[in-house]
């Protein structure tokens, strides 16, 4: 769990993970456009394959008529054969069947189909009896016996006209006409150049009377009665005939005009049913099309997140890495100055721990040689002895530090006493070096205070024996003022000196552990120490709570802010 947790926190892993989340989602998104696609061309080779509906309902509709074709040859064709009627008829039955499968589940086209099948089986009824009726039409066989009696009462006719005694006389008149003579003589030139003599007509008339025999009469209207009604039988049964078979061919009009009606009727229904089914498809196929973009765009958005964000999580990483890579840089630096810090803290603690010690051990040696020791000497090793103790509290003060076992006691105290104590223990040293120590002290009232008065005496007696031992001449001033806030009484330490002074650039060194400033005055000034003076004022400062500003310029003075709050 551990190192998968570091693989995952780790810049590779997130690297890794990115790459492999960007596969999966180019994957998906190939998976749904191929789906996308393949319904797309699914729904293009269904609105573009021929519908077996349509396609059936449009062989019906040219079978019809082509059956209607082979009823209008058979009709006028008496040499016609009925085999190809029939085999159509049948084939048209059997596309019938089919479209009535293909509507299994619509029941008005069923009954449609139905209403089909029984008007082409009644027109196919309508065009036997068709031919039948034009059968009859057209056989002369009754014509014929009428016209064998006709011819038979004829021949009757002419035997008996035969046997009939006729008697004729003729008469013969001839008339002349003979043209006007004008009674005026003509001249001579009249009759040279006039006109002829008119010629005479002549008109000869010839009569002929033909006497029959009248016994006969009544046998001839006999005949001519049996002509009559002979004629009139024919002229009634064609006419019987002629209306039968004009009724069955407008019933067998009407039934084809019906069949027509009803497959025209189906087709456009089935058209209509195609239209909306390819509308429907279309529609599928839009949304089909329209969710996988939405699908795609989703894949693409959160793709484009997850990238922002772990392109965000590995630049950070990178960003965290050149920060610790600069932070290990500099604690390497840091590191290798404290090292070398410690170092000359180490040679300087030789040092500070030989010198007093050698005084020690060489005026204890006086002392032993001598019967009445010098009073000069003892001062001496006591000295010696308050610097070494000293040195060896700040290492143990700063060993407490670090390793966390600095303790606070708070105590109610007298803030006063405190403050006056470390000034009555700083002012000797400042006596001795004819500077003067000026204190400042305004308190409100606020005399007595709850904290560790021995890390304030600790603090202060620290910040000013460090204000009085860099100070050549001039003064040093201590002032001490607090404000109320509440429940907690906030005071403020200002240490300011005329000492050496140092540059900015030196703030952060005088807090360093195991540092001190190099000075040109080092050899004129008392630098007895540690260098961890100041580190363990900054740490007793701001474990309290506190805070503590150093400002100073070379050869004008130094000046300490220290603010802490007590209840």
């Known amino acids: 769990m551990t190192d998968q947790k570091r693989f995952i926190e780790a810049t590779k ?13 180019l994957l998906l998104a190939w998976g749904i456009s191929k789906f996308v696609f393949g319904e797309m061309l699914n729904t293009v080779e269904n609105i573009s394959a021929p519908n077996d509906r349509l396609r059936i309902v449009n062989e019906l509709s040219h079978q019809t008529a082509r059956l209607d074709q082979l009823q209008k040859d058979q009709a006028f064709n008496k040499s016609g054969n009925q085999n190809n009627f029939i085999l159509e008829t049948r084939r048209l039955r059997k596309r019938l069947d089919t479209l009535a499968i293909l509507f299994e589940n619509d029941d008005a086209q069923l009954k449609r189909i139905k209403s089909i099948k029984k008007l082409l089986s009644d027109r196919d009824k309508q065009f036997l009896m068709y031919l039948q009726v034009r059968e009859t039409l057209v056989n002369t066989k009754s014509f014929s016996n009428e016209v064998q009696k006709l011819n038979e009462l004829v021949s009757q006719r002419s035997r008996e006209a035969d046997s009939t005694i006729l008697t004729t006389e003729t008469a013969t008149s001839t008339t002349t006409l003979a043209p006007e003579d004008d009674g005026k003589s003509r001249g001579f030139l009249n009759r040279l150049f006039g006109k002829k003599k008119a010629e005479v007509y002549k008109i000869i008339n010839e009569e002929f009377k033909v006497k029959r025999d009248t016994l006969n009469a009544v046998v001839e209207d006999s005949i001519m009665k049996g002509i009559e009604t002979s004629l009139l039988t024919i002229e009634k049964e064609q006419r019987y005939k002629s209306n039968r078979f004009l009724r069955k061919e407008a019933d067998l009009a009407n039934a084809s005009n019906t069949i027509t009606r ?55 990483d990178i960003a965290k890495s050149n920060r610790y890579r600069i932070a290990l ?18 040679s300087n603690m030789s040092h500070e721990i030989r010198t007093p010690l050698q005084s020690i051990l060489g005026y204890s040696e006086l002392i032993l040689r001598q019967d009445h020791p010098n009073k000069k000497h003892i001062n001496a090793i006591h000295s010696s002895s308050t610097h070494l103790l000293q040195i060896v509290n700040e290492v143990l003060d700063y060993n407490r530090i670090i390793s966390g076992k600095f303790n606070f006691n708070p105590q109610d105290f007298n803030m006063v006493d405190v403050l006056d104590e470390v000034v009555s223990g700083m002012l000797p040293l ?24 021995f890390r304030l005496k600790q603090v202060l007696f620290n910040v000013l024996g460090n204000a009085v031992k860099f100070t050549l001449k001039g003064k040093v001033v201590f002032d001490v003022s607090c404000k109320t806030q509440g429940d907690e009484i906030h005071f403020n330490f200002i240490v300011e000196d005329t000492g050496i ?20 005055e080092k050899h004129t000034i008392n630098k007895e120490g540690t260098g961890l003076g100041l580190a363990i004022v900054k740490e007793l400062v701001e474990s309290q709570g506190g805070r503590i500003y150093v400002k100073s310029k070379i050869d004008v003075g130094t000046t300490f802010n220290i603010f802490l709050k007590y209840k």
């Open 13 to 25: 892993g997130k690297v890794i993970i990115g790459f492999l989340f960007a596969c999966f989602a």
């Open 262 to 316: 009803q497959m025209l009727s189906l087709l456009r229904e089935v058209e209509a049913e195609t239209v909306a089914q390819i509308d429907v498809k279309n529609a599928q196929a839009k949304d089909v099309v329209n969710e996988g973009v939405t699908q795609i765009t989703i894949i693409i958005i959160v793709f484009f997140l997850i990238t922002l964000v772990l392109g965000y999580m590995i630049l950070t």
């Open 329 to 346: 840089e500099k604690a390497k630096e840091e590191a290798d100055y404290h090292g070398s810090a410690k170092q000359r803290f180490l």
């Open 430 to 453: 400042a006596e001795k070096k004819q500077i003067k120590l000026v204190s400042n002290i305004n308190l409100d009232g606020n005399n007595f205070v709850n904290g560790d008065p």
């Open 501 to 520: 002074g140092f540059d900015d650039t030196d703030v952060n060194v005088i807090f360093k552990e195991f540092e001190q400033i190099e000075k040109p």
